[in-house]
């Protein structure tokens, strides 16, 4: 049997789920105690190139509490043409269809290999794709044109079929009427003044077409596919072009010392009804670019008076911000409806100051896989090479992104569902896999997620519900399966199901298999994100405290040590690197809102719930590799040691690609030598880095800010957060030395971390 | 005021005189009429010898209408009066006039008195009806023995006419007129059956007489004048009897108590001349000389009679007796009747003796010479009188039965026949209640050629209008709004800007009250004057801004007196004195003017403009220029008429068109456009557009302006965008099938763009339909039928909601006014769409069943007017008044907030405002009634100003004054704004009854306390109001008041809100519509209108009918083949294509002519009035009908003559 790496990589690979443990303790009692809770990481798009789509739907569980899918693991009896579910050990009959089934002759489904399976359904009509742009005018010419450009070159990337829509708003909400000859037409709406759906239906005269067919008959039925606002690309891309190229600043006067008066509330209330009303259940997106926080109406952030900033956590802290709350709630419910509709709400926020990302987190957090984006201005590639990205396509040259999904998972009878942390609202189906303990969204065995892309992850918490006292024959494994229904970009509807399972165990006599199977790196996320989601709502130290509390029991558990004896603690390979993950977690922007205005805060706490393991541990962990003459790049450790003068340092931290130029470094490309043919070595050495940071930048989404630094240059601080402070201005006994840069900071060193961790773990009154 | 009333007595006589002349000239006279015309032509040359131009004029208004002209020339009179009301002046006048008189016979002097005399007469002789004869008349042969012949004479005279009402047709053409032999015999005749008529007439005269008797007792020794008082009284009454009373009357004023004994004389025939010789009085010193002069006045005023008279005591006496004759003439028993009057003319005698026989000889002579030659003759010789009446007598007969009766009319009436035709009316009225069986066929068979008639005033003030109006004399009655005339400003301001009620207040709040006649002025404050009149100057005062009284804030003007040597100046309004600013400060010269004073507009014009400061801006910031919104509605409806096309393809033209003060320069006017139907459309045209933008806005509940730029655009630099825009608005909505509009936001969306570019302007609003779309402001039908004529009838012309109330509100606040167009095809409730139009100083248009087709020119037209005419925006109006009345009641398209602040969202060139004053305290006669109406306005090329108008008007003490003064089309215009809208808050039968009791207290008041005593059964009317009953009956059955079955609520609400901007010109064709005929269309003249009574077509003609919003050609079914051929090209009758809407274009004098004459008619009117071609007995005959006004409608409303003689039962129990 291969090493439970290779064992986890493998399933990562195929079915794209990573388990916290993959061994399972077979009791609740047991589970409890294991520190970190039984967990899978699912990523249930992940790309399968390989997987065929099978041409025909999923085969039932006819229990009607059950509908599990035929999966590799049910009984088959080819004589009989049964199969027994595996989950709820139900007999069923094959369909007609699969009369011709065998051993030799098997279904897809029923192959091992197909733990993973995809189905096209062909029923229904297919389904166009939908892009409603929410345009804010309300900014700088300059960053205006970049913005018209940008949405001007995305009609390029639409497939001809997909519908768009354009919204523009400022002091007013404009939704424009595409396709109009001669004159352009926009319906305008007060940016003060909320409007139901129905309303909105009425004032944009939707309603009419109904009722005017009952009345004409005759007239063929207007395919829902399309209306004034919504058309498809192919017909109005000419049209869109100019009306966007005309799209003007808008015109209402600012006054000196106020703010520009954004009905960003209303705005995106009106696509969502516009949607609401037009396109219901049907995978849509809702695209909104801001240059700056709201400042009117519902869902305003911020008064338009300048001489009153935008509040800040301090202001948070001391209730202070006297529109959130109630923005909050604005924009939460313009979540959830749309998210009951399968509408994706996407934010690119580009502004130097906040734009309220905190207050509209929910938008893109609830309906699904959605793209927030913060930069500073619409005019840098950060935006513009996001945004186009966003629309980039894979083979088959279809989108990558998948639209109104619902995630379904069954469980064998020994589990329960808790809940799942990630980009998705609860379907609230109650059923008898859902656990009465809820962790994130709980209290459901299905999900809604708008939007999705293949790196999108959801961490789904389990719990084992085999009593203690009824052991589970050896041998027995427990089984999941997820089942993800989605509309695909070529506007099919697909169905893929996943099912896999693992081994039981007993704690108490295979402790050391569990453990063994220990997965320290989904384990960590899984907890990050349970830290994470308690941020949302709890004070920052309490969160942390908990943090630890968790470490400490976990290597009380499986720590190697004597009692009170921390030089005797040691911890097993596949626990060694969860401390360090946790001390970066700790420090990380996810649970430290120092130095982060709140918007940052919500944007990187989005970023690190959706994305999956490999991006959220750089998250985490930046990742820090160094160029030098010394010989080929190499990573390095994230320590302030690593900072010398002779290096060039490449750091990614997801969101940041960071180049730091050593002092001496630095000296030398400021004195020219690269431009001097004798030194091309060093020209090369200049090079490597920006060439690996170029690759990164391009894999990479959401783009990543891209940073050219030195030593003592003033963005060298995005470093120098980073880097564990194993030195410092305080150890003294280091100060002076050669290696690496002191970091002028209180924060304490991984090694301090380590210590009192070890004194905590080995103490017997802890 | 004597004076005054002397004045009418004087016509009196005059008529008389005519008649005498008629007799004296015997042969001319023979044809009724023509005697008149003769003897008026006569006396014309006769006045020129005289010197005496005016006369002229008189007599050839005479002339015109031989009752009118007797009339016209007493209004004259009354102009002439107008000095001579100033017991001073007139004396002055009269000793001028005497000398006149004495060198030249006086005939010119004499002729002027006379005129004066007449009017006042006219007025007079409304109070004539001496009921109290009998007693009297006994006095009378004693002292006024004449005098109470007089009054009986005119009593019988009054009843002669009223019976000749019927025999007309015996006065051939006087005939008709006075016809007077039937009349006179049916009064004999009457007169014999009461015995009343003639026994008590003359009792009545008596008693009437008694008091004149008194008065003329008085007189004698007044000659003084002291009388005064009394007479003014009695000479109000004499409008019907007129001359008896005039006589009487101005016996009074003149003192020539003697006079006003022959008064008594008058009764009869004679009594003209007793008054005239009472004019003369008046104008001259009533003194002898005075008398003689009457007489001369009288004889030029009505003929010989004031010759006659001229010899006054004599005269009266004489040409009573003569008068008596003719009336006894025409039956002799009953001249025998009146005969014992002429006894009186024995009393004349008496006055012989007094002091006028010499004089009275002389004038007569001067004047009559010819004429009057027999008047004078009889007049002189008080015996000769009496054979002089013998004379005339057959004369007249033979002339005209009538005439003489008629010159008794005259007296009262004389002035103008209708004087007679007022006294016939009475007449028979009076005979129904008097003498049952007679007056009852009298009644019906009333003549209306025998009563007032409108068409006669307006042709002789016509004729009499030759001179330019000039403004300087206080007091001074302008010529009516039907005469063209010419003004010159010399301090007061024009009658075209302003036109009070009356122009002689009553100094105090009890005669006010007592009279009830209304005190009010019409304003039009931005009036567009004829191109030969300079409209008003621009002052500039730089940095200071006007000048204006320190407590009553009145701008400087000339009523403001300079003192201290010019150091500081005296308002004219509250007395109080302000410094002169030194910038200002000029020397005085030696009468305590600046001597600058005609170098100033603002201290020698009535009317004049100052530049506002930003002291006088909204927020203390200068104005941005105005700017234009278009509305237009697209819904099915409008796009189905082809509305919304038109709209569009004329607005591109107008654009060039917009309002500028400079014709060389380019508007600085904005516009902008918004379409809408249940959503609104605004239109982004922005210069740099390629194309123009559609913002929808269907937010209508809360609404709100989507774009700020590029919305109101200079319409040059936008032109290529709008165009397009205009081009594609048809092709937009044309398959619209959108049927529901709003309305309410569609004026906040207009109001919301003037807030956003925070400016003043106006709205343009083109809409179709109720408006049952859900918004603020929705509506929903209303018209219930049921409810009119309840006391719910009311609620059918109030807003259905309080929304457009608040709304319009707002949009006075922001300067915003709206033009509302109105296409409806059904019930749109314009008595609520029209709030804020109404109150933003805005207009309304409908256009009931718009068809493109057939409606398109006059909506075109109109819309052109309305977006080229000049107008101010913004404005604020305020009338301040001198101590003692205040304005207290305005009419018009405004809003008020407080009681004194007239705000008008927008003002132009058509909109009046009419203001009603009331006494807080006395005036005086020495200082007038000054008013000054100052508008604040933006122009349209937002300039703050200021406009002033200044008016001072005279006041008395006398109510005579009151009477003679008065503008009766004013009057109307002000009693129907109130009765508009009053029907808000009353039901309508309240109001007309209101109207019909303010009316009936008018005419009793003055037939009370202005005319001579006469039969109780005797119409007097004043002669300034003689025309009240026939045009308030008009107002009365007005839609508005009265609807007819078919006329739609909202019709009449349209009508209602229409009037309430209407100007005095306007209102009276309004109400009284003009009808011409087309027979023979010659020269550059008009043909003479002919009243509005369907007696009065000939089925053989045609006829073109306007009424200042329609335009009818009335084509008679026996119309002759070249009439038609000439008008429409055909020669038969059956081919008229009804539905005409302009003539077709022909080649030949009359259709050029005729066409000259509709497009004349349109261009005075400020809405273009469709032509309606009319088929004799054809279905729209029916509408055309409806607006022949003298005669019984399909509604109910009360023929003239049957409204007169109600008016008269109504005047009969008040005085009882």
């Known amino acids: ?766 | 005021m004597n004076v005054n009333q002397q004045t009418p007595m004087a016509s009196p006589y005059g008529q008389p005189q005519p008649g005498y002349g008629q007799p004296g000239y015997g042969a001319g006279y023979p044809a009724p009429y023509a005697p008149y015309n003769n003897p008026a032509s006569v006396y014309q040359p006769g006045a020129p010898p005289q010197g005496c131009s005016p006369y002229a004029s008189f007599p050839s208004k005479a002339v015109a209408a031989n009752p009118v002209s007797d009339l016209s020339s007493p209004l004259d009179l009354g102009p002439l009066r107008g000095p001579p009301t100033s017991v001073p002046a007139p004396v002055s006048a009269a000793p001028q006039a005497y000398s006149h008189y004495g060198q030249g016979e006086m005939q010119n002097g004499p002729p002027p008195g006379s005129q004066a005399p007449p009017r006042p007469a006219v007025s007079q002789p409304y109070n004539q009806g001496a009921v109290n004869l009998s007693g009297p008349p006994q006095p009378y042969p004693q002292q006024y023995g004449a005098p109470p012949p007089m009054q009986q004479v005119t009593n019988q005279m009054t009843g002669m006419q009223i019976s000749t009402g019927p025999p007309t047709a015996a006065g051939p053409g006087y005939a008709p007129p006075h016809s007077s032999q039937p009349p006179t015999s049916a009064a004999y005749s009457i007169a014999p059956h009461p015995a009343y008529t003639q026994g008590p007439p003359p009792a009545s005269m008596a008693p009437s007489q008694p008091p004149p008797p008194r008065d003329p007792a008085p007189p004698q020794p007044y000659y003084g004048g002291p009388p005064p008082p009394q007479h003014p009284a009695s000479s109000a009454s004499a409008a019907p009897l007129p001359p008896p009373p005039s006589s009487h009357q101005s016996f009074p004023p003149t003192s020539y108590p003697g006079p006003q004994a022959p008064l008594p004389a008058g009764p009869q025939a004679p009594l003209p001349p007793g008054p005239q010789a009472q004019p003369p009085y008046a104008q001259g010193p009533p003194p002898p000389g005075s008398q003689p002069h009457y007489a001369p006045a009288p004889p030029h005023a009505h003929g010989s009679y004031p010759a006659a008279r001229g010899p006054p005591p004599p005269s009266q006496p004489g040409p009573y007796p003569p008068a008596g004759p003719p009336p006894t003439s025409a039956p002799p028993g009953h001249y025998q009747g009146t005969m014992p009057p002429q006894p009186p003319a024995g009393q004349p005698a008496t006055y012989h003796s007094g002091p006028p026989p010499p004089r009275a000889q002389m004038p007569p002579s001067s004047m009559a010479q010819t004429n009057h030659l027999p008047p004078g003759p009889q007049g002189p010789p008080g015996p000769l009188g009496p054979p002089g009446p013998l004379q005339q007598p057959p004369p007249q007969p033979g002339m005209q039965g009538g005439y003489p009766p008629q010159q008794n009319g005259a007296f009262g009436q004389v002035r103008g026949p209708q004087p007679g035709y007022p006294g016939p009316y009475p007449g028979q009225q009076n005979y129904g209640p008097q003498a049952p069986a007679p007056a009852a066929q009298a009644q019906k068979r009333l003549d209306p050629d025998a009563i007032p008639s409108p068409i006669q005033v307006i042709e002789d003030d016509r004729v009499k209008t030759t001179e330019p109006f000039t403004t300087g004399v206080r007091g001074q009655a302008p010529p009516l709004v039907t005469s063209n005339f010419h003004v010159k400003d010399q301090g007061n301001a024009s009658p075209r800007f302003v036109r009070c009620t009356a122009y002689n207040m009553p100094c105090t709040a009890d005669m006010a009250k007592q009279s009830q006649v209304p005190l009010a002025a019409v304003i039009k404050p931005l009036a567009t004057l004829p191109p030969d009149e300079t409209p008003p100057y621009l002052v500039d005062h730089g940095e200071a801004g006007p000048i204006r009284c320190n407590r009553c804030k009145a701008y400087m003007c000339p009523y403001m007196q300079f003192i201290e040597g010019g150091r500081r100046f005296q308002c004219g309004f509250c007395s109080c004195v302000s410094d002169v600013p030194p910038h200002y400060f000029q020397h005085l010269d030696h009468t305590g003017k600046r001597v600058d004073c005609y170098d100033r507009p603002e201290l020698s014009l009535g009317s004049y403009e100052f530049l506002a400061t930003v002291d006088y801006c909204k927020n203390n910031k200068l104005p941005q220029p105005p700017a234009f919104i278009f509305l237009i509605d697209v819904s099915y409806n409008a796009v189905k008429s082809g509305m919304v096309n038109i709209v569009c393809q004329e607005l591109k033209t107008l654009l060039d068109h917009l309002p500028r003060e400079n014709p060389e320069m380019d508007s600085v006017v904005r516009v902008g456009f918004v379409t809408y139907n249940k959503v609104l459309h605004f239109y982004n045209v922005k210069a740099s557009l390629a194309q123009p933008q559609m913002l929808v806005v269907s937010d209508v509940a809360d609404m709100f302006v989507p774009l700020l730029d590029g919305f109101l655009v200079n319409v040059k630099e936008s032109r290529m965008v709008i165009d397009s825009l205009l081009d594609q608005i048809p092709e937009m909505f044309a398959d619209t099938r959108e049927t529901e509009t709003v309305f309410g936001p569609v004026i906040q969306a207009g109001l919301e763009a003037l807030k956003a570019a925070d400016c003043a302007g106006k709205l343009f609003v083109f809409h179709t339909s109720l408006p049952i779309a859900e918004a603020p402001g929705k509506l929903k039908n209303r018209e219930d039928k049921k409810l009119i004529g309840t006391d719910k009838e009311k609620s059918l012309f109030q807003p259905q909601v309080g929304f457009y109330s608040t709304l319009a509100k707002d949009c006075v606040a922001q300067g915003c006014c709206v033009d509302l167009f109105l296409f409806p095809n059904q019930y749109v409730d314009v008595a609520t769409l029209g709030v804020v139009p109404v109150s933003t100083g805005g207009s309304v248009y409908k256009y009931t069943y718009f068809q493109a087709q057939s409606d398109r020119e006059r909506f075109l037209n109109d819309l052109r007017r309305n977006v080229e005419k000049p107008m101010g925006f913004d404005a604020v109006l305020r009338v301040r008044t001198s101590t003692g009345i205040r304005a207290t009641d305005f009419f018009g398209s405004f809003f008020m907030s407080n009681t004194t602040d007239v705000e008008l969202a927008g003002l132009d060139c058509d909109k009046t405002v009419t203001v009603e004053f009331r006494h807080d305290d006395k005036l005086s006669e020495e200082t007038g009634a000054l008013m000054q109406c100052a508008v604040l306005y933006t122009s349209c090329s937002g300039q703050r100003r200021l406009r002033v108008h200044n008016m001072a008007v005279n006041c008395c003490s006398q109510l005579a004054d009151l009477y003679r003064n008065c503008e009766t089309d004013t009057i109307i215009n002000f009693f129907s704004k109130y009765a508009f809208r009053s029907v808000l808050t009353s039901p309508t039968k309240t109001v007309r009854e209101g109207l019909v009791n303010q009316c009936a207290a008018i005419l009793a008041c003055y037939r009370k306390n202005c005319a001579s005593p006469s039969s109780a059964g005797q119409l007097i009317l004043p002669e300034c109001m003689k025309l009240l009953p026939v045009y308030l009956n008009c107002v009365l059955k007005s839609d508005v008041l009265l609807p007819a079955a078919d006329v739609s609520l909202d019709d009449r609400a349209y009508l209602r809100q229409l009037l309430s901007g209407m100007d005095v010109s306007e209102s009276h064709v309004f109400f009284y519509p003009r009808l011409l005929p087309l027979m023979k269309l010659e020269g550059d003249s008009l043909p003479l209108a002919v009243r509005d009574s369907e007696e009065r077509l000939s089925k053989g003609g045609a006829y073109l009918l306007e009424t200042g919003l329609h335009l009818f050609l009335w084509v008679g079914a026996n119309a002759q083949q070249e009439l038609l051929l000439n008008i429409f090209g055909t020669p038969s009758f059956g081919q008229i294509d009804p539905n005409l809407t302009s003539l077709p274009v022909l080649d030949n004098p009359f259709s050029k002519r005729l066409r000259e004459i509709v497009d004349a008619f349109r261009a005075q009117r400020s809405r273009y009035m469709k032509l309606i071609v009319v088929k004799q007995e054809d279905k729209a005959e029916l509408i055309f009908r409806h607006f022949l006004v003298e005669d019984k409608n399909a509604s109910g409303g009360a023929s003239y003559v049957d409204f007169l003689c109600h008016m008269h039962k109504e005047i009969r129990q008040l005085l009882s």
């Open chain 1, 1 to 766: 049997m291969a090493t439970f790496p290779e064992f986890i990589s493998q399933n990562e690979e195929r079915d794209g789920v990573r388990f916290s443990w993959n061994v399972w303790p077979s009791s609740r009692l047991e589970a409890t105690r294991m520190v970190v809770p039984l967990a899978a990481l699912l990523t249930p798009l992940r790309e399968r190139p390989d997987l065929p789509p099978i041409q025909y739907e999923p085969v039932l569980c006819s229990r009607a509490t059950c509908r599990a899918v035929l999966n590799p693991l049910c009984q088959v009896d080819y004589r009989a043409k049964l199969w027994a579910c595996n989950f709820c050990y139900q007999r069923n009959q094959f369909p007609p269809t699969y009369t011709g089934i065998s051993e030799v002759n098997q279904p897809a489904e029923l192959l091992p290999q197909f733990s993973t399976i995809e189905y096209v359904v062909q029923r229904g009509p297919q389904m166009p794709l939908i892009f409603l742009y929410v345009v804010d005018t309300c900014m700088e010419d300059e960053d205006l044109q970049a913005l018209k450009e940008s949405l001007q070159m995305s009609l390029s990337l639409l497939p001809p079929t997909a519908l768009v829509g354009l919204i523009t708003f400022g002091r007013m909400v404009q939704v424009h009427e595409l396709g109009c000859e001669g004159i352009s037409k926009s319906y305008v709406f007060r940016g003060t003044k909320d409007l139901s759906a129905k309303q909105l239906q009425e004032m944009l005269g939707l309603t009419k077409p109904s009722a005017a067919q009952g009345a004409r008959g005759q007239q063929a039925p207007q395919p829902p596919l399309s209306n004034r606002f919504l058309q498809p690309v192919q017909k109005i891309d000419m049209n869109l072009t100019d009306l966007l190229g005309e799209l003007q600043r808008d015109p209402w006067p600012v006054t000196q010392g106020k703010r520009p008066l954004r009905s960003l509330g209303v705005a995106m209330s009106i696509a969502v009804g516009l949607l609401e009303c037009t396109f219901p259940n049907t995978g849509a997106r809702i695209m909104t670019f801001i240059g700056g926080p709201a400042t009117q109406g519902p869902g305003m952030v911020v008064g338009d008076e300048l001489k009153t900033p935008i509040r800040s956590w301090h202001d948070i802290e001391k209730d202070n911000a006297k529109y959130m709350k109630k923005s909050t709630k604005h924009y939460e419910a313009l979540a959830s409806r749309a998210s009951a509709n399968g509408h994706i709400m996407d934010i690119y926020a580009c502004a130097l100051d906040q734009t309220g990302l905190l207050e509209m987190k929910c938008c893109p957090n609830h309906t699904g896989y959605c793209y927030m984006v913060m930069a500073d201005s619409f005019n840098t590639s950060l935006f513009k090479q996001t945004f186009q990205r966003v629309f980039a396509k894979d083979e088959q040259g279809t989108f990558k992104m998948a639209f109104a999904a619902t995630l379904e998972i069954k469980t064998s009878r020994e589990i329960k569902v808790s809940g799942a942390i990630g980009p998705c609202v609860s379907l609230n189906a109650k059923g008898p896999c859902v656990s009465e303990n809820e962790i994130g969204t709980g209290g459901t065995c299905q999900w809604k997620m708008c939007g999705l892309d293949p790196s999108t992850t959801l961490a789904l918490y389990l719990e084992v519900v085999n009593q203690h006292n009824a052991p589970i024959p050896q041998g027995g494994r427990g089984a999941l399966q997820f089942v993800t229904q989605y509309q695909h970009s070529s506007g099919q509807r697909r169905i893929r199901v996943t099912t896999t399972a693992r081994n039981w165990a007993d704690a108490q006599t295979q402790i050391q298999s569990i453990a063994a199977s220990f997965d320290q790196e989904a384990a960590a996320i899984l907890m990050a994100r349970l830290a994470v989601q308690r941020a949302e709502s709890e004070e920052g130290p309490d969160v942390l405290r908990w943090l630890d509390r968790q470490l400490i029991r976990l290597c009380q558990k499986f720590g190697d040590y004597h009692k009170d004896d921390p030089n005797s603690f040691r911890f097993s390979e596949t626990f060694s690197l969860y401390p360090q993950f946790m001390f970066h977690l700790r420090r990380s922007p996810f649970l430290q809102v120092f130095n982060n205005s709140p918007d940052e805060s919500s944007y990187y706490r989005h970023q690190f719930v959706r994305h999956d393991l490999t991006q959220a541990l750089i998250m985490v962990q930046p990742v820090l590799y160094a160029y030098s003459f010394n010989g080929p790049p190499e990573p390095v450790l994230l320590d302030s040691s690593s900072i010398l003068p002779d290096r060039i340092l490449l750091m990614d931290t997801f969101f940041q690609i960071l180049i730091y130029h050593g002092e001496m470094v630095a000296q030398w490309r400021k004195a020219g030598y690269q431009e001097m043919t004798e030194y091309e070595n060093f020209r090369h050495l200049l090079q490597a880095p920006v060439d690996d940071a170029q690759e990164l930048l391009h894999t990479r989404f959401p783009m990543p800010r891209y940073i050219d630094t030195e030593h003592g240059g003033s963005q060298a601080r995005f470093l120098l957060s980073k880097v564990n402070p194993s030195q410092t201005h305080n150890n003294m006994y280091n100060w002076g030395q050669e290696s690496g840069a002191p970091i002028l900071t209180d924060d304490v060193s991984l090694q301090v971390f380590m210590d009192h961790l070890k004194k905590l773990a080995v103490s017997s009154a802890a």
